[in-house]
Each structure stands twice: as C-alpha cells, then as structure tokens.
C-alpha cells in the first residue's frame, strides 16, 4: 500500500460537519502505511490549518459541475484539473460529494483514474457521475439507502464509521466558560446543526413537557443567525420555558460539553449515522433519539439507548422522564453504550476497509517477478542467457519516470536485464492520447537505457493488461501475428487495427508494451 496517493475533494470546509473531519482522519489513519492524501475544494484558511496541523496536504482548487449553458468553461476546467492530475499523479480520486457531472470526475475519468465518492443524497438518473464513479462508500446501509434501491446498489460499499474516541477525550478542557450545574437538575444536551432536520422546535416542545426537573443545553451553529435560531428562541418564550434552556454557539470542546449531561437527545428527521451519538455514547452518556435512518444501528432500543418516532414531542418526552427520573436506567444504557462504541467503532478497520477499496479499485497490482517470469523466455531466446531482470512498471499511461529507469540502470551489472513496461488500459480518450505519444515514449526509454549502459533488447507485447499479464510475445514477431489473426476481433475492426498499428508501432488492441535492455 506503501506510495498510494489519493485526492480527496471536499465540498465544504466547515470544521462541524462530520464528513469533512472523516477526510482528515482517514488521512491521518492511512499516514502510518504511507498513504499520502491531498485536500482540494473550498478549502478555508481554518481548514487549511488543520490540514498542515496533521501534515495534510491542501490544493486550492474546486471542481465546476456540468451544465449545457455553460459548457465552454467546463470544459476549460477540465483540462485544468487534468494538468494538475498529471502532475500530482493520483492513484485515486475521492469525491466528498459527487455532485452533477463535476468536472474533476470528468479530468480523472479522461485520464483513467478510479473515482470514488461518498454516498448521499438523491440519485439523479441522467447525472454523469453515475457513469464516472468506479464505489460510492456509506458508513451503513441507510447512508446509501437511495444507492442501494437503484441500478447503482452493486457499487456501493459499506466501510464502517472513522470515529476516533481519543479525540474526544483530548477536547474535555472547556474553550470557554459552561453554563453551571445546579444541584438536583437533570441536564439534557443536544449538539449539532441549527437546521429543521434536526428537529430542534419538536425537542423544546418535548422539553416543555416533561414531568422531571430539568435543564436543555443546545449547542451548534450561531444563535445570532435570523430564521430557524430566532424561531427556535421565541417558541421557547411562548412556552414559558426559556429561562431553562441555555443556547451556545458551535464549540470545538465536544468533550467538555458531553460531560456535562445527564441525557444526550437528538430528535432528528433524516440522519446517517451521526457521529453525536457516537460521541454521547464513548462516554457513557445515555440517548435518546429518532427511530429513523441509521440511528437504530447505533442505538438499540432499551439495551444502548432509547428510540421515539421522529417529530412526536409526546413520546419523546417520556422517553427522556423515564430516564430524568431513573439513574439506575441511565447508568445500565450508557454503560451499554460505551462497550457497543469500543467493540464495533473501530477507526482502524474502517481505514483499512478504505484502503483496500482504493487497491481493488486500481488493480490487484501484481509484483514485479510475475511479468519478470512471462519476460525470461523471450528475453533468453533474444539474449542467450538467462539474466536476472529488474521491471519497472509504468500503470500511469501519461507517465514517463525517467528518474527511476536511470536509478535502475545504474545498478545493472554484467548480464542484468531491465524492463520499462507501460500500460494501455485506459479509458478510450486516454487510451488514444496514450498510443499517439507511445512512439515518443518508446524512443525516449530506449535512449535512456543506451544512455545507462545497456543495449535495447526488443519491444514486447502484453496481454491482456499489465495488472493481471498472461502473455507477453515480441511486437512485429510471428507471436505477434498469430495473435493478431487467432487472438483479435476479425473484419473491419481487424483492418482498422492493423491501420492503426503503423501509426501507433503496436497493436492498439494490446494491454502493455515492454522494452527490454540488457547490461553487455
């Protein structure tokens, strides 16, 4: 896995949102194996510190999504964002949010790099991306409901959760100075987005309910904001409950908020799996929340937590009095919930799950010694020995690295082969571009292996991809001939091959083309 460089595009860089953090610590979780990850979108100067913070690196730029109108600018971004895929060379490109047609997914799927996005939100039938995106990855299954009841279901790949609990564990110090407690009152907390979805105006109204003495904390967004804030602000004055809810602005002390409660609530409409919850249960704090979306696979009813249905203030209110009024309930649920996050929260695994998705996506990249083996016959035939041989494999079809080729070249001893293979498994507009400059590339490797010393044994052929090789003949042989009569497509898809081939010096039907030299 070592060397995988993966470009993330983000499509917000608020700090709260939790997919945005997930970027930054799966970049963090993949580091120790060597994966490095770049950050673009509309990166903010809070985010680009905490990008550098971690060692992330950042890329100011954002994708344009598709539109006929504005076609002649798309198309201009689009070969943008391809010069900067061919100078930072990704192996994958990761969408936060794919978005209509943007035109990063458009650049990388020209230039043949696998696309991975994040699931969410409603499947548009006719959007570009369905065609460009190779995985979408959830978190659970209702984070891709949508996905999973579509043509797409097959792509969707479900990798778990990247909460880090030492996270909030190092936020227990307040930023700044906590409503105080009062003796003998139960606090309820909520943490999140100031947004209808969250159900907040059904919360004050469960609030006002209640039969237990108690007190609200609401933590997220401004409170200074008009709309859905200033609502939210006069329904509790209406209700005559104002004095007992306290309304704080978005804090990054999660830890120092959560130690706070008594009861974590979250009435939500829609969620995924939010990460709140996650959060109120790694400290053993009990929840109350919507029985929708995929809070049941978080909280199950009555063993790690208590389920209402969603915008039902009368039984979300008695959900919380039993637990206001029962101590011994609330310590068995959150005791509960803290072993369900340390048993099946685990950063790590739903790391690797991204990981392996990534080297599935570009190939089960076999060693060098598998074509070395297929390359041994051809070579000692040519040769009249048989040499140890040193392969390069070059799966970047715009690629050159000439650095490595003369590193390679001058370790050579007497006898030593080398191998400089390329790739032309590509998508068909990158596959076009590639054989047109493939007769450069060929000349330009074969002067670089004179250059180090060594004599340019021949070209060979690779069938059928340089990932998974299980024939390697040499161009303009009688190898090659018979695979292009018994091998190949015959008719006028024969002919225009073989019109092809003159121009291109090989048969454009082939998976990879290899140039050999040995050291004399």
Same mark, same amino acid.
């Given at each position: ?5 993966? @470009? ?34 509309? @990166? ?11 060692? /992330?690196? =950042? ?16 198309? /201009? ?14 192996? #994958? +490109? ?11 997914? *458009? ?5 043949? &790099? ?44 479900? =990798? ?16 700044? =100075? ?6 003998? #009152? ?31 904390? &609401? ?21 005559? !409950?104002?004095?007992? /809810?306290? %309304? ?12 706070? $409660?008594?009861? %974590? ?54 959900? +919380? ?23 099946? *929260? ?15 996506? /570009? ?18 035939? =040519? ?49 076009? !571009?590639? @054989? ?8 330009? &490797?074969?002067?670089?292996? $004179?250059?180090?010393?060594?004599? #340019? ?13 299980? *024939? ?32 291109? +010096? ?15």
């Amino acid at each position: 896995m070592a060397g995988l460089r993966i @470009l993330i595009e983000l499509n917000s860089a608020d700090l709260r949102i939790g997919a945005v953090n997930d970027a930054l610590d799966l970049a963090d979780l993949a580091a120790p194996e060597g994966v490095r990850f770049v950050l673009c979108g509309p @990166l903010s100067r809070e985010l680009c510190d905490e990008a550098a913070r971690r060692g /992330i690196e =950042t890329l100011r730029a954002r994708s344009r999504t598709f539109s006929r109108r504005g076609l002649p600018l798309y198309m /201009i971004d689009v070969l943008m964002w391809m010069a900067r895929l061919a100078s930072w060379r990704p192996d #994958v +490109v990761h969408l936060n949010y794919a978005g209509y047609g943007p035109s990063l997914a *458009c650049a990388a799927n020209i230039c043949g &790099i696998p696309i991975v996005a994040r699931a969410g939100g409603p499947v548009i039938p006719n959007n570009l991306s369905n065609r460009w995106v190779a995985a979408y990855v959830a978190n659970c299954r209702a984070h891709a409901a949508d996905l999973l009841d579509s043509p797409l279901a097959a792509r969707v790949v479900i =990798t778990g959760d990247l909460f880090r609990p030492n996270r909030v564990r190092s936020t227990m110090v307040s930023e700044r =100075t906590l409503p105080p407690r009062r003796l003998g #009152v139960a606090r309820l907390v909520f943490l999140g987005q100031l947004a209808d979805r969250k159900g907040l105006h059904v919360l004050i109204e469960a609030f006002a309910r209640l039969q237990g003495t108690a007190e609200l904390l &609401i933590v997220g967004g401004d409170w200074g904001a008009p709309g859905y804030p200033q609502r939210l602000k006069a329904m509790a004055q209406d209700m005559g !409950v104002a004095s007992r /809810i306290h %309304f704080e602005n978005h804090r990054q002390d999660v830890g120092a908020v959560l130690s706070t $409660a008594d009861v %974590f609530v979250l009435p939500s409409f829609s969620e995924a799996r939010p990460r709140s919850i996650i959060e109120a249960m790694s400290l053993g704090i009990p929840v109350v929340a919507s029985d929708i979306g995929g809070i049941p696979s978080l909280v199950a009813h009555e063993e790690t937590g208590l389920l209402v249905p969603a915008g039902d203030p009368g039984a979300l209110a008695a959900a +919380v009095d039993r637990l206001v009024q029962s101590p011994d309930l609330c310590h068995r649920l959150g005791a509960a919930g803290r072993q369900h996050v340390e048993e099946n *929260c685990r950063p790590e695994r739903t790391a690797f799950e991204y990981m392996r998705l990534y080297r599935r996506l /570009i190939g089960a990249c076999p060693e060098p010694e598998v074509l070395a083996v297929l390359l041994f016959g051809e070579v000692a035939a =040519t040769a009249g020995t048989g040499p140890r041989c040193n392969v390069l494999l070059e799966r970047d079809p715009l690629r050159f690295d000439r650095e490595a080729l003369r590193t390679a070249l001058d370790g050579m001893s007497s006898g030593d082969c080398i191998a400089y293979a390329i790739g032309l498994n590509a998508p068909p507009v990158a596959r076009l !571009v590639t @054989l047109t400059m493939l007769p450069l590339r060929l000349r330009r &490797i074969e002067r670089t292996i $004179a250059r180090g010393g060594a004599q #340019v044994v021949g070209r060979y052929g690779i069938d059928p991809s340089l990932n998974a090789p299980s *024939c390697v003949y040499e161009l303009n042989s009688p190898a090659a001939e018979y695979a292009d009569r018994c091998l190949r497509p015959r008719g006028s898809a024969q002919a225009l091959r073989r019109i092809l081939a003159r121009w291109f +010096v090989c048969d454009p039907g082939l998976g990879g083309v290899v140039v050999v030299g040995r050291h004399p």
